[in-house]
């Protein structure tokens, strides 16, 4: 059987996300250490923000906590079902690009067959509901990566997503 059938789902987050002692190196550069000694400690249900430098490591850390790399030292995670381990984290980029579509279609990206209340209950829970003023509310067109939109607005309609 292969690893990822014996991979589990996982219902609900409890606890934290540890990374400890991570070490990696990028696939197509093996020969440079991008982390070595590497500790982060995240709580489940919090809001973390990663600051730092350009090139200082944040995305490759999300990329590592998302499972996009896999580290080369530290426990192994691939025991998780991927899809059940994503759907637990979010992620707010400083400038999120949302789809050239409505901001309704936007928000129902971020859960499958939604319904309108849940579109709006959701909208409401992020401080997002306020689009609804707009001149087409949620229906309103938000442009190529949401550039009819301010970057407040957008920054609520991805939170949005997420949830």
Same mark, same amino acid.
């Given at each position: ?8 789902? #996982? $219902?609900?987050?409890?606890?934290? #996300? ?9 696939? *197509? ?9 590497? /500790?982060?400690? @995240? ?9 730092? @430098? *350009?090139?200082?490591?944040? *995305? ?14 530290? $426990?192994?995670?691939?025991?998780? $079902? ?9 992620? @707010? ?11 309704? /279609? ?5 859960? /499958? ?7 709006? /209950? ?18 309103? $067109? ?22």
């Amino acid at each position: 059987m292969s690893r990822s059938m014996l991979a589990k789902n #996982i $219902k609900r987050v409890e606890g934290v #996300i540890e990374l400890r002692g991570i070490e990696f190196r990028y696939p *197509s550069r093996t020969e440079v250490v991008v982390f070595k000694g590497l /500790d982060l400690l @995240m709580k489940a249900g919090k809001i973390m923000a990663l600051v730092g @430098m *350009s090139g200082s490591g944040k *995305s490759t850390v999300l990329s590592l906590v998302l499972r996009f790399y896999n580290p080369i030292t530290g $426990k192994d995670i691939r025991k998780v $079902k991927l899809k059940s381990l994503r759907k637990h984290i979010g992620l @707010m980029q400083q400038e999120p690009a949302l789809f050239a579509t409505t901001i309704y /279609d936007n928000i129902l990206y971020g859960k /499958d067959c939604a319904t309108e209340v849940e579109v709006v /209950d959701a909208a409401k829970l992020t401080s997002a509901h306020s689009i609804s003023t707009l001149s087409e509310g949620y229906q309103t $067109k938000v442009g190529e990566r949401g550039v009819q939109l301010s970057s407040g607005q957008r920054q609520r309609i991805a939170k949005t997503i997420q949830r």
